[in-house]
């Protein structure tokens, strides 16, 4: 059984930094696509970032420069480093998980998700 917990969401200050970790167990976190997801009150999810298994990555518009995705393979974790956060940035998280080695930034080609984690950014 696949399994993605998300961890390290809060509350920071605009400006402020976090960094959010998704631990996967049930697969090998190297062979597959992962991403994350973010959805704030009363809109749709909407993609973040992505990462292939060659490590090549992929980034909103909206995020770019500020965010960075990674993964660990050894400890089967992927990271999303958030600086210079701003308000609209207040989202649940999602971590997810592709069936496909390749990044994506359409939550459809995902297949597996985590529970999500809270991320607030206060003005």
């Known amino acids: 059984q696949v399994q993605l917990v998300e961890s390290g969401g809060g509350l920071v200050q605009a400006g402020g930094s976090l960094r959010l970790s998704c631990v996967v167990s049930?697969?090998?976190?190297?062979?597959?696509?992962m991403g994350w997801f973010r959805q704030a009150p009363g809109k749709e999810r909407e993609f973040v970032a992505s990462?292939?298994?060659?490590?090549?990555?992929l980034d909103a518009y909206s995020v770019k420069g500020r965010f960075t995705i990674s993964r660990d393979n050894h400890k089967n974790t992927l990271y999303l480093q958030m600086d210079s956060l701003k308000p609209e940035d207040t989202a649940i998280y999602y971590c997810?998980?592709?069936?496909?080695?390749?990044?994506?930034?359409?939550?459809?080609?995902?297949?597996?998700w985590g529970q999500g984690t809270q991320v607030t950014v206060s003005s």
């Open positions: 997810a998980s592709r069936d496909a080695p390749w990044s994506a930034s359409g939550s459809g080609d995902y297949k597996y």
């Open positions: 049930g697969r090998s976190n190297s062979e597959y696509g």
């Open positions: 990462i292939a298994k060659n490590g090549e990555t």
